[in-house]
């Protein structure tokens, strides 16, 4: 079963469909190259987090102006 991701909003097998949408080679009967993209998962990106931003957006205590009285 192949995957695609539709490039562009547009209707194919009576199905209207929008931009990002993930389909399979059954569900719209054929690859059409105008619209459909094809998803090659083997190509993940890896994004990296800064640990350090964000433990110091964690430590932060809330204002005294919104303290109780």
């Known amino acids: 079963m192949a ?3 539709i490039k562009e ?6 199905k209207n469909y ?3 949408d ?3 080679n059954e569900e719209v009967g054929w690859y059409f190259p105008t619209v459909m993209e094809v998803i090659d998962w083997k190509d993940e990106k890896k994004v990296e987090v ?3 931003t964000s433990d110091d957006v ?3 205590k809330p204002s005294k102006k919104w ?3």
């Open 58 to 60: 964690e430590d932060k």
């Open 50 to 52: 800064n640990q350090e």
């Open 9 to 14: 909003d547009c209707r194919i097998a009576n």
């Open 18 to 20: 929008s931009k990002w």
């Open 67 to 69: 303290k109780r009285k």
């Open 3 to 5: 995957l695609y991701k």
């Open 22 to 24: 993930v389909v399979s």
